[in-house]
Nanobody
Framework: QLPVVESGGGLVQPGGSLTLSCSAS????????IGWFRQAPGKEREAVAC????????DYVDSVKGRFTISRDKSRTAVTLQMTSLKPEDTGVYFC???????????????????WGQGTLVTVSS
């Protein structure tokens, strides 16, 4: 089991910035693909950003491109999601998910994740 935990959520005004962090106590994450997902009230969960295992290739949903950045810290123990120019429609519970390296993923973000955090709430409102 990988004890994935998110942190950094909160209330921010439109146009503001927030950084979320994903970590797993006692584990380094470089051999795990990390995905950030969000679920807005009354909507289905959607993938927001991901970083593939080992290679660290990234991908983003179109609605956050140019505003959100996923990155791995040098300690290899956390993956952050820097969110800028936040909009009310970015509001939701943000989840971090992890999937161990698989040959079949071929350096890309996986289509499924085994380990999930409990989520952290991001509210963008004036």
């Amino acid at each position: 089991q990988l004890p994935v935990v998110e942190s950094g959520g909160g209330l921010v005004q439109p146009g503001g910035s927030l950084t979320l962090s994903c970590s797993a106590s006692g584990f380094t994450l470089d051999h795990y693909a990390i995905g950030w997902f969000r679920q807005a009230p009354g909507k289905e969960r959607e993938a927001v950003a991901c970083s593939s295992a080992i290679d660290g290739n990234t991908d983003y949903v179109d609605s956050v491109k140019g505003r959100f950045t996923i990155s791995r810290d040098k300690s290899r123990t956390a993956v952050t999601l820097q969110m800028t120019s936040l909009k009310p429609e970015d509001t939701g519970v943000y989840f971090c998910a992890a999937q161990g390296w698989r040959y079949s993923d071929d350096g890309r973000c996986p289509s499924d994740y085994e380990y999930w955090g409990q989520g952290t709430l991001v509210t963008v409102s004036s």
